[in-house]
């Protein structure tokens, strides 16, 4: 089953901030908030409820497009 486009612009974000392959994570996070934001007002939910609910997708997701992992904070 493929993840709503929404969803996957907000993995990549998610994505983008924890590595910074693509330059500053400080904008990457401003991103990947933005995104999240729009994310609850489009699936009318809170943010707790949206993360616990597609957070676990978000490593299937990596491997499925075959990322490296994040570096663990």
Same mark, same amino acid.
């Given at each position: 089953?493929?993840? $709503?486009? !929404? ?6 974000? !998610? ?20 995104? +999240? ?12 409820? !949206? +993360?616990?609910?597609?957070? @676990? ?9 075959? +990322? @490296?992992? $994040? $570096?663990?904070?």
């Amino acid at each position: 089953m493929s993840l $709503p486009e !929404l969803i996957e612009e907000l993995f990549s974000a !998610l994505y983008e901030s924890r590595t910074g392959i693509f330059g500053d994570k400080a904008e990457a996070h401003a991103r990947y908030e933005a995104i +999240l934001e729009r994310t609850t007002r489009e699936f009318n939910c809170d943010r707790v409820t !949206l +993360l616990k609910v597609i957070g @676990p997708r978000y490593h299937r997701w990596i491997r499925e497009n075959k +990322l @490296p992992q $994040p $570096p663990k904070k």
